[in-house]
């Protein structure tokens, strides 16, 4: 199953809100996680299955979607939230990621 | 607290064979899937395979199949990827990764192992 990201990349200031989209090739239900990865660091789990959030994650990100296409929102984009985001399904084997998304502020 | 904590950084040459690992502390190793992800210089994560600890069951990207293997101690709770004959290409960043149950995702992450291969 393939996971196609967009943007690659997107510029945005402090307070706006931030949508990214993630459509995967074949239906996965709601077996889609978000991660959040900061450069040098390993990636942390935000989102998962499709929109719960995951336990102190800030309640400015959401998640939305099943099937085929799913986004992730950050509604009041902060300065801590500069980093990449992968979407990756676990619906089956291989699992796999999308391409990433660099949220630069 | 639920840790993974990696091997630290190697430098190799091609054609050497090397072993990474990735120790489990703070919860029962045993009823846990551990993954491998790899992360190229620059790039994005990519899912190498992962194993139940308690009998053995691996599942392997397709990828990533005769490239690497992935093996359990369970007396040490520890996983261990390892490469049989480097190449230049496997320059990158390795992660494990703890999962629940095989409709999970990776909810605890080691700190990674970069591995770097020249010669």
């Known amino acids: 199953i393939q996971l196609t990201q967009s943007p690659s990349s997107l510029s945005a200031s402090v307070g706006d809100r931030v949508t990214i989209t993630c459509r995967a090739s074949q239906g996965i239900s709601s077996y889609l996680a978000w991660y959040q990865q900061k450069p040098g660091r390993a990636p942390k789990l935000l989102i998962y299955p499709a929109s719960t959030l995951q336990s102190g994650v800030p309640s400015r990100f959401s998640g939305s979607g099943s099937g085929t296409d799913f986004t992730l929102t950050i509604s009041s984009l902060q300065p801590e939230d500069s980093a990449t985001y992968y979407c990756q399904q676990v619906n089956s084997y291989p699992l796999t990621f999308g391409g990433g998304t660099e949220v630069e502020i | 607290e639920v840790q993974l904590v990696q091997s630290g950084a190697e430098v190799k040459k091609p054609g050497e064979s090397l072993k990474i690992s990735c120790k489990g502390s703070?919860?029962?190793?045993?009823?846990?899937?551990i993954g491998w992800v790899r992360q190229m210089p620059g790039k994005g994560l990519e899912w190498m395979g992962v194993i139940y600890p308690g009998d053995s069951d691996t599942r392997y990207n397709p990828s990533f199949q005769g490239q690497v293997s992935i093996s359990v101690d369970k007396s040490s709770s520890t996983a261990v990827l390892q490469w049989a004959s480097l190449k230049a290409s496997d320059t990158a960043m390795y992660y494990c990764?703890?999962?629940?149950?095989?409709?999970?995702?990776?909810?605890?992450w080691g700190q990674g192992t970069m591995v770097s291969v020249s010669s």
């Open positions: 703070g919860y029962s190793f045993t009823n846990y899937w």
């Open positions: 990764a703890r999962r629940l149950d095989s409709a999970e995702p990776f909810n605890i």
